[in-house]
């Protein structure tokens, strides 16, 4: 199923996003716990890939094992940098013969190395170019990353807003937002993409924290705003896993209920591969969905 058709729906959707396994000898277990978060029933879960070719193997495996044998919808990410014209026309027919219809076009993420390069001769500059390709080459369903704080390489908000514009002209059916911790700040970034002509549904990204290290790792990627109720949280509990665990979940949900009664249809949940944290999730929200 493509994803428009189910953002075309009236009804409120909950899903999960999983990533692949790095090394060979750990896709059986991710294969597992993936499923496991199927068995939850998510409208769809999306599939990470890495950019830098590491995991990017495994994605479409994992992706397949959800779609084919757990009866979830998959989107499979896909990124340009670091990739060839060859191997990202191969992944397309790779996924076209999978059966997968709807793919996460992303830059990626670049490596340290990666940013002090020449990019002159780069396949794949932008998120944009890769879009156009898939366009061109098949029939998907495509989605693309959006910054409700400022991509970390946009000079400004206006700036990113106008190049996410050029991807949805150049075919982008939906976006899905970078982790945020204050909700106040997605509604601002929702009513600036509508004002600048967007009208293409823009997905929450939601990450539970459950630990202070995962807490760290993500704060550093995304530079996201810590609001001072979550500061609280972090300072009491980041010390104790299981406390902090349950504290992560319940502010999540928090921010979930919060973004589905202001309207918000669809919110998408990094799991982090966690079943536990998917299914405390699921449960805490699932008389709200449909
Ligand atoms: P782009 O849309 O290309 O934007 C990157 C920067 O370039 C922005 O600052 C933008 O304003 C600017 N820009 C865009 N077009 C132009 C142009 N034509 N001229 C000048 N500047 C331009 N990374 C992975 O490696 N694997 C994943 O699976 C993955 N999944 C993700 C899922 C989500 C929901 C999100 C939000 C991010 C994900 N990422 C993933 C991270 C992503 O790859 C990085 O954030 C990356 O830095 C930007 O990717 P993008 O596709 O948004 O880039």
């Given at each position: 199923?493509?994803?428009?058709?189910?953002?075309?729906?009236?009804?409120?959707?909950?899903?999960?996003e999983?990533f692949?396994?790095?090394?060979?000898e750990?896709?059986e277990?991710?294969?597992?716990?993936?499923?496991?978060?199927?068995?939850l029933?998510?409208?769809f879960?999306?599939?990470?890939?890495?950019?830098?070719?590491?995991?990017?193997q495994?994605?479409?495996?994992?992706?397949?094992?959800?779609?084919?044998?757990?009866?979830?919808?998959?989107l499979?990410h896909?990124t340009?940098v670091?990739?060839?014209?060859?191997?990202?026309?191969?992944?397309?027919?790779?996924?076209?013969?999978a059966?997968?219809?709807?793919?996460?076009?992303?830059?990626?993420?670049?490596t340290p190395?990666?940013e002090?390069?020449?990019?002159?001769?780069?396949?794949?500059?932008y998120?944009?170019?890769l879009?156009?390709?898939?366009?061109?080459?098949?029939?998907?369903?495509?989605?693309s990353?959006?910054?409700?704080?400022?991509?970390?390489?946009?000079?400004?908000?206006?700036?990113?807003?106008?190049?996410?514009?050029?991807?949805?002209?150049?075919?982008?059916?939906?976006?899905?937002?970078?982790?945020?911790?204050?909700n106040?700040?997605?509604?601002?970034?929702?009513?600036?993409?509508?004002?600048?002509?967007?009208a293409?549904?823009?997905i929450?990204?939601?990450?539970?924290?459950?630990?202070a290290?995962?807490?760290?790792?993500?704060i550093?990627?995304?530079?996201?705003?810590?609001?001072?109720?979550?500061?609280?949280?972090?300072?009491?509990?980041?010390?104790n896993?299981?406390?902090m665990?349950?504290?992560g979940?319940?502010?999540?949900?928090?921010?979930i209920?919060?973004?589905?009664a202001?309207?918000?249809?669809?919110?998408?949940?990094?799991?982090?591969?966690?079943?536990?944290?998917?299914?405390k999730?699921?449960?805490?929200?699932?008389?709200?969905?449909?």
């Amino acid at each position: 199923m493509k994803l428009t058709e189910l953002f075309a729906k009236d009804q409120v959707n909950l899903s999960f996003e999983v990533f692949p396994n790095k090394k060979p000898e750990n896709l059986e277990s991710v294969k597992a716990k993936t499923a496991k978060i199927a068995e939850l029933k998510p409208a769809f879960m999306s599939v990470t890939y890495g950019a830098g070719g590491g995991t990017s193997q495994f994605t479409l495996e994992i992706a397949k094992n959800i779609q084919d044998n757990c009866g979830v919808p998959v989107l499979a990410h896909l990124t340009g940098v670091s990739s060839t014209k060859e191997i990202v026309a191969q992944r397309i027919e790779e996924l076209k013969a999978a059966g997968i219809q709807n793919i996460m076009a992303l830059r990626g993420d670049l490596t340290p190395e990666m940013e002090g390069q020449d990019r002159t001769n780069w396949a794949y500059k932008y998120a944009i170019d890769l879009i156009c390709e898939l366009k061109e080459k098949g029939d998907f369903c495509i989605g693309s990353g959006c910054y409700p704080e400022v991509h970390p390489e946009a000079a400004n908000m206006l700036e990113d807003i106008r190049h996410i514009k050029e991807k949805v002209d150049a075919g982008c059916d939906f976006l899905t937002s970078q982790l945020f911790f204050d909700n106040g700040i997605f509604y601002d970034y929702l009513y600036k993409v509508r004002e600048a002509g967007i009208a293409v549904p823009v997905i929450p990204g939601i990450m539970p924290v459950t630990n202070a290290k995962q807490m760290e790792r993500s704060i550093q990627m995304s530079g996201s705003f810590i609001p001072r109720h979550f500061k609280a949280l972090l300072e009491r509990y980041g010390h104790n896993d299981a406390a902090m665990k349950q504290a992560g979940i319940a502010y999540a949900t928090e921010q979930i209920i919060d973004l589905y009664a202001n309207g918000v249809k669809n919110v998408h949940v990094y799991t982090m591969n966690n079943p536990d944290v998917a299914e405390k999730i699921m449960n805490n929200v699932k008389d709200l969905l449909g």
